[in-house]
Nanobody, 129 residues
């Protein structure tokens, strides 16, 4: 059974950095589309980054070059490096993985969290001004 476990959240001041990790078991991060999503209280879940094996990562417009998603296939782990964090980045961050091939572009997948089958429990990121 696939399991995704996020770590690395915490509290930082504006301008700081965090590195989130998503360790997978029973699932291969190298084989499928995976994404990072976030949800702030009272807001809908939004796509942070999506990457598929065939392409490069695509990011939400709000990222503006501050975040980088990467995979370490040897460690079977997905990462999200977040720099220059802003108070509006405060949210619960989730990693997600697809169970099979997705016939959608990464742009579409950023808007469709329901396309992903497996989800981690989330890790809280809090950015203070």
């Amino acid at each position: 059974q696939a399991q995704l476990v996020e770590r690395g959240g915490g509290s930082v001041q504006a301008g700081g950095s965090l590195r989130l990790s998503c360790a997978a078991s029973g699932y291969s991060v190298s084989g499928y589309c995976m994404g990072w999503f976030r949800q702030a209280p009272g807001k809908e879940r939004e796509g942070v980054a999506v990457s598929c094996p065939s392409g490069t990562a695509l990011y939400g417009d709000f990222v503006k070059g501050r975040f980088t998603s990467s995979r370490d296939n040897a460690k079977n782990t997905l990462y999200l490096q977040m720099n220059n964090l802003k108070p509006e980045d405060t949210a619960m961050y989730y990693c997600a993985g697809a169970a099979g091939p997705l016939r959608r572009s990464s742009i579409e997948l950023l808007q469709e969290p329901e396309a992903f089958d497996y989800w981690g429990q989330g890790t809280q990121v809090t950015v203070s001004s």
